[in-house]
């Protein structure tokens, strides 16, 4: 495993983390979650995301039990705070209530006594930024969190809390967006603004879902037991990219992969890592293999010519618009 920065932060992260959105609590039975957690720490990931909404709060459950026992000062644990963990009207966004409320509720079930990072999940836009960040500074001052960061925030948004937490003393150090081949709407201002502010991203989906393994073929069926197949929300989520179009592009890619060396899941958590402004890419994985070959990415160098390859081949079906960067409108 190779190691970096998180942001211009002392923290370092491992280039590679793992994290169990869709999969732990739900998708996946317990030893499989277990397995997987065991086969990211056998490989030298320190690094793992989670979220108090990922299986209505089952995942950080799953993810306190299978870490239970390892040295805490080895690992960096990330969760994250917005999208409702009940039925309540202050079980959601940004509050300060809410805030308080669900960092101990995390840790709680994460069976730890502090996260290494505590993540805005969306922009809040029914609550002040101040008291957002307010209350995480009390957070971050009271020890349950060590360094703060947003996910899928806008440039702008970005801007305005970097300049709170400074008047705050506090470190928010990291950004959580969407970012792979096909997904690319943080480079032209997302990243600018982040490298101009230290803050680094940690990437998630950069195998978009599974579509950048290369095992989803157009026409056919997806595989048994994929995320393709998954009902209760998986499917959902990957349909974006399940058209003709994208997976007979994404076929085209194997040569490369095969001409480098590299699995298809390889290349794709290698290209987000060839962007200096990206601090980590949060693979997910359903089973053991998938983390054994995910990980093998950490270090690799892709050069021009393959990078140029792959754009020749994505260019159609990559989506750059820095609009879709967005927080809903309204409370969930
Ligand atoms: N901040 C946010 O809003 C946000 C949103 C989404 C995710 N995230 C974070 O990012 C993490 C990763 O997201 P993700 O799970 O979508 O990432 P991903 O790594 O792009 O996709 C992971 C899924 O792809 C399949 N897969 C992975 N490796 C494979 C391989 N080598 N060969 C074949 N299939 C493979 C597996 O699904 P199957 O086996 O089921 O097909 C696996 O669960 C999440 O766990 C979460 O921590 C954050």
Redesign the pocket.
């Given at each position: 495993m190779e190691f970096r920065h998180l942001g211009r932060s002392g923290l370092m992260v491992s280039e590679i983390s793992y994290?169990?959105?869709?999969?732990h609590g739900s998708?996946v039975e317990e030893d499989a979650a277990f397995a997987c957690v065991r086969a990211a720490l056998d490989a030298g990931i320190t690094t793992f995301?989670?979220a108090d909404v990922y299986a209505g709060t089952r995942a950080e459950d799953v993810l306190g039990r299978a870490l239970e026992g390892e040295r805490r000062e080895g690992l960096e644990i990330f969760t994250?705070v917005y999208w409702p963990t009940g039925p309540g009207r202050n079980d959601r966004g940004l509050s300060r209530k809410h805030i308080m409320e669900s960092i101990n509720g995390s840790l709680r079930r994460l069976r730890t006594d502090y996260v290494d990072l505590y993540q805005a999940?969306r922009y809040d836009h029914s609550t002040p930024l101040e008291e957002t960040m307010e209350a995480f500074a009390d957070v971050v001052h009271s020890g349950k969190a060590l360094y703060i960061g947003v996910?899928?925030w806008k440039a702008s948004e970005i801007r305005a809390a970097h300049q709170l937490a400074r008047e705050l003393r506090i470190p928010l150090v990291s950004n959580?967006p969407?970012y792979?081949m096909l997904w690319r709407v943080i480079e032209s201002e997302v990243v600018p603004t982040s490298e101009e502010l230290g803050i680094g991203q940690i990437v998630?989906?950069?195998?978009?879902?599974?579509v950048l393994?290369g095992?989803y073929l157009p026409g056919q069926p997806p595989p048994a037991?994929?995320?393709a197949t998954?009902e209760k929300s998986?499917a959902g989520f990957i349909s974006r990219f399940m058209t003709d179009e994208v997976l007979t592009r994404v076929q085209r890619l194997k040569p490369l992969a095969e001409q480098a060396g590299l699995?298809m899941?390889q290349l794709a958590v290698a290209w987000v890592l060839q962007n200096p402004n990206v601090s980590s890419a949060?693979?997910?994985?359903?089973?053991p293999e998938?983390v054994h070959?995910?990980v093998k990415a950490a270090g690799v160098k892709l050069d021009a010519e393959l990078l140029k390859a792959i754009d020749e081949i994505v260019d159609p079906i990559v989506e750059r618009d820095p609009a879709r960067t967005e927080s809903p409108a309204e409370r969930p």
């Open positions: 994290g169990n959105w869709i999969t998708q995301d989670t994250k999940h996910s899928e959580q969407q792979s998630w989906s950069p195998i978009a879902q599974g393994s095992k037991g994929s995320r998954d998986g699995s899941a949060i693979v997910g994985a359903s089973r998938q070959d995910n």
